[in-house]
């Protein structure tokens, strides 16, 4: 019998959300001085060391407040720093070189992630808990949901006035209006509130699509894939309908725990999700994939079918294309049998 994600029903204790904020695996040796700024692009050499002076500012503000009236110490409020670029320039990197580069306490999650923490712990709860950190590290910063962007945006503004600092990346697809420009002059008018705090710095770089990656890799049949999630323990078979219920009885705060210490994911009969929900679903349980770099290997239609052309031509077309491009990746990772 084979191991199952419907299987799992993880509880995710309200002290431990905070706690998991973290930058993925992937980023844990990442710093300053191992990014290596591409000599064609000065404005990646430029966007390092005003991310250094940004955590330099960081470890200042948490070191004590200015001295006020009568000679007691005023909260000062916490500085923001806006990356604004494209795909694939290393925003990321200097994100999570921040985030080691500061005090503890400290926080790092995706946009998503933030307003499902948020979600989970009510927003009176979220507040207090990241109140006294140093940074709040946000990546991805999406402006796709009005509700969330205006719910990020009065967090943002009760933590900055705490002493939090922020710092942010886009998530902006090349091929928009002034690429990455555009993203954060909207930015800044959604956080219009905290607007003077942030400093922008563009990090410019090659356009993603110009990349030449594989096409998506052919399903198999549903006999090999239990042949192969057979050759490798602990690795899960679910059938793709009977995990998208599943995931929608989880909150999407629990997927990081759904998949712990799973070293490959099988899916049964993968066709083009059926709505919007559920397509939205598979996109975190993506990103947690992809986080945890855990390969997948799937039966029925191609990764690349999963989100519809009606789905890529709507509002969320940035979360699916790069919900696509991850699954596409951890498709290409060979485990060890």
Excluded: W
């Excluded at 598979?282 to 239609?301: F, K, Q, W």
């Amino acid at each position: 019998m084979h191991e199952r994600l419907v299987d799992r029903s993880p509880v995710v204790q309200a002290d431990q959300l905070i706690a998991q904020m973290v930058p993925p695996a992937m980023f844990d040796e990442v710093s300053f001085a191992s990014y290596i700024p591409d000599p064609n692009e000065p404005s990646q050499a430029a966007a390092v060391h005003k991310a250094e002076e940004f955590a330099a500012k960081v470890t200042k503000i948490r070191s004590g407040g200015r001295r006020g009236l009568f000679g007691k110490k005023a909260q000062a409020s916490g500085a923001g720093l806006y990356l604004d670029g494209g795909f694939g320039v290393g925003k990321t990197h200097l994100l999570a070189s921040i985030f080691h580069s500061v005090p503890s306490p400290k926080a790092f999650g995706t946009f998503v992630e933030l307003t499902h923490v948020v979600g989970a712990l009510g927003f009176n709860n979220a507040v207090e808990q990241l109140s006294g950190h140093s940074v709040l590290c946000i990546d991805e910063f999406e402006l796709d949901d009005p509700g969330d962007t205006m719910l990020v945006s009065r967090l943002l503004t009760e933590l900055s006035a705490r002493g939090v600092s922020i710092v942010a990346t886009s998530n902006t697809l090349p091929g928009q209006l002034g690429e990455g420009r555009f993203a954060a002059q909207d930015f800044l008018r959604e956080i219009k509130k905290l607007g003077s705090i942030f400093e922008t710095i563009r990090v410019d770089g090659p356009d993603y699509r110009h990349r030449d990656l594989p096409p998506a890799p052919e399903p198999i049949s549903d006999a090999e894939l239990a042949d192969r999630a057979d050759g490798i323990p602990g690795a899960t078979l679910d059938d793709f309908d009977a995990l998208c219920v599943h995931l929608s009885t989880l909150h999407p705060s629990r997927y990081n725990k759904l998949i712990a210490d799973v070293p490959a994911v099988f899916l049964r009969g993968v066709h083009p999700a059926q709505d919007q929900s559920v397509a939205l679903r598979l996109v975190v349980l993506a990103d947690r994939l992809y986080d945890a770099s855990i390969p997948v290997t799937v039966s029925g239609a191609k990764l690349d079918e999963i989100f519809t052309p009606e789905m890529l031509a709507g509002g969320y077309r940035k979360k699916y294309l790069r919900a696509t491009s991850r699954l596409l990746a951890l498709s290409r990772f060979e485990v060890a049998a």
